[in-house]
């Protein structure tokens, strides 16, 4: 069984940076990892993503400014976020895969695997 664990998430003002950490246990090798997020009244989105060979993916609107990491040793998934914009507000999860096909379906937001969420939270 894959277990994940996020932690790291606060409140900053705009501009400010935090960095996610997602702790996993159990088998893992080859997966996709993700980060996901879901703010009030919206959609779950896909931010980014962490294919085998550490390919990496991120969507448009954080692109530059955040960053997906995986430490191998550790088993720790990451997510460095900069220059925090009050719309980067929402609840973030980590999420993994064992199917490596859906890194790189940006469609596909029911990953198998989920951590509890971190609440990251933006002001202006």
């Known amino acids: 069984e894959v277990q994940l664990v996020e932690s790291g998430g606060g409140s900053v003002q705009a501009g400010g940076s935090l960095r996610l950490s997602c702790a996993a246990s159990?088998?893992?090798?080859?997966?996709?990892w993700g980060w996901f997020r879901q703010a009030p009244g919206k959609e779950r989105e896909r931010v980014a993503t962490?294919?085998?060979?550490?390919?990496?993916r991120h969507v448009d609107s954080v692109r530059g400014r955040f960053t997906i990491s995986k430490d191998t040793a550790t088993n720790t998934l990451y997510l460095q976020m900069n220059s925090l914009k009050p719309e980067d507000t929402a609840m973030y999860y980590c999420?993994?895969?064992?199917?490596?096909?859906?890194?790189?379906?940006?469609?596909?937001?029911?990953?198998?695997?989920w951590g509890q969420g971190t609440q990251v939270t933006v002001s202006s």
């Open positions: 159990g088998e893992t090798i080859g997966m996709c």
């Open positions: 962490f294919a085998p060979g550490a390919v990496t």
């Open positions: 999420a993994a895969d064992r199917r490596t096909w859906v890194c790189y379906d940006v469609a596909v937001r029911t990953f198998t695997y």
